[in-house]
Nanobody, 122 residues
Framework: QVQLVESGGGLVQAGGSLRLSCTAS????????MGWYRQAPGKQRELVAI???????NYGDFVKGRFTISRDNAKNTVYLQMNSLKPDDTAVYYC????????????????WGQGTQVTVSS
């Protein structure tokens, strides 16, 4: 019922920047939260950043001011501006959202994107 389309991943040198975007579409009544997780080979998936309906943000400890999450409510899109990238940031980045559906609006549903590869070279 909901699809997440991710873009913006790629290969970048250490110290460079990337901007990820994720657009949600489908039978969405409202987006309660939307953001990004990442998973590197051999590691568990971890929170990168997420923004809630009230505009409050939650960042992973490793961000330390380098990443900024924002959203465009009219477009159902969330952005992740990543600056000062490090090789340790190399991972598959997954868009994640919690939504209320038009078909059943009393329950929150979680959806995941397919992931976009971010590779930071040294």
């Amino acid at each position: 019922q909901v699809q997440l389309v991710e873009s913006g991943g790629g290969l970048v040198q250490a110290g460079g920047s990337l901007r990820l975007s994720c657009t949600a579409s489908g039978s969405i009544a409202s987006i309660l939260a939307m953001g990004w997780y990442r998973q590197a080979p051999g590691k568990q998936r971890e929170l990168v950043a997420i923004i809630g309906i009230g505009g409050n943000n939650n960042y992973g400890d490793f961000v330390k001011g380098r990443f900024t999450i924002s959203r465009d409510n009219a477009k159902n899109t969330v952005y992740l501006q990543m600056n000062s990238l490090k090789p340790d940031d190399t991972a598959v980045y997954y868009c994640n959202t919690y939504v209320r559906l038009l078909t059943f609006g009393r329950t929150n549903y979680e959806y995941w994107g397919q992931g976009t590869q971010v590779t930071v070279s040294s």
